[in-house]
């Protein structure tokens, strides 16, 4: 089957409410395939609002990072697989990742080991205490998900390349702080433009404010969408 740039864009539903989250669902229709649902919407009721998502069709893209004593992550990654999500975070600890990878097995969940996060620069990642750049952080995380067995990695899109030639072909690199070119860059600090993301091997692209900040979240998404299709 010929995966397409529909199924390669992830738009982030960073929103307050599922009101809000349901009115760009609908605004994007059949447009739009896949969706990440974090933190901020699962406090608000997007737990629910996944699997009603998940039962429409829907790809969702669980974006929890999860972080625990290897029993808890397990029975949390064995819910999930329930509950009909088809990607799922955890922060790329080698022991947190092997118990995802054994709950997870048999299942179509596929497990993103979030490596250094896209709002973190050189001097932040040192603040937090680690003696590598955010670069050399990453490239290792990488191998350690691969050993792990882990489906895929989340890092930014200037890693992606790097990423690539560690993970090799078949993992997934989901890439956050997705910007078309001229757009806010926000808070993120490790930015690339969708076509820039995907030659350098990223496999998904996860798209938020510059769609559901949009005057025409619809118009927004399939401008993205045209971009993907002529760089894949």
């Not at 009101?19 to 649902?37: N, Q, R, S």
């Not at 560690?166 to 997934?172: L, Q, S, W």
């Amino acid at each position: 089957m010929t995966v397409t740039a529909r199924d390669r864009l992830i738009v982030g539903l960073d929103l307050p409410t599922i009101g809000e989250a349901e009115t760009i669902v609908k605004a994007l229709g059949d447009d739009v395939l896949f969706y990440k649902i974090g933190y901020q919407l699962v406090f608000a009721g997007g737990l629910e609002f996944a699997r009603d998502l998940a039962k429409d069709g829907k790809k969702i893209f669980l974006d929890m990072k999860l972080l625990d004593i290897d029993n808890t992550v397990a029975k949390g990654v064995e819910n999930i697989v329930r509950m009909g999500m088809s990607m799922l975070t955890l922060h790329a600890y080698p022991k947190a990742m092997r118990a995802a990878v054994e709950a997870a097995r048999g299942s179509e969940l596929c497990l993103l080991g979030v490596t250094v996060l896209t709002s973190m620069d050189a001097q932040d990642v040192i603040d937090a205490g680690y003696q590598l750049d955010p670069q050399a952080l990453v490239l290792r995380r990488a191998e350690q998900a691969r050993a792990a067995g882990m489906g895929g990695i989340v890092c930014s899109a200037e890693e992606a390349s790097a990423v690539r030639n560690i993970v090799g072909p078949d993992m997934a690199i989901v890439t956050p702080g997705i910007r078309p070119a001229g757009s806010d860059r926000g808070d993120q600090k490790r930015v690339m433009t969708p076509a820039d993301a995907l030659a350098a091997g990223s496999s998904h692209l996860v798209v938020g404010r510059p769609i559901v900040k949009a005057a025409d979240p619809r118009a927004a998404a399939l401008a993205i969408l045209e971009e993907m299709t002529g760089a894949l």
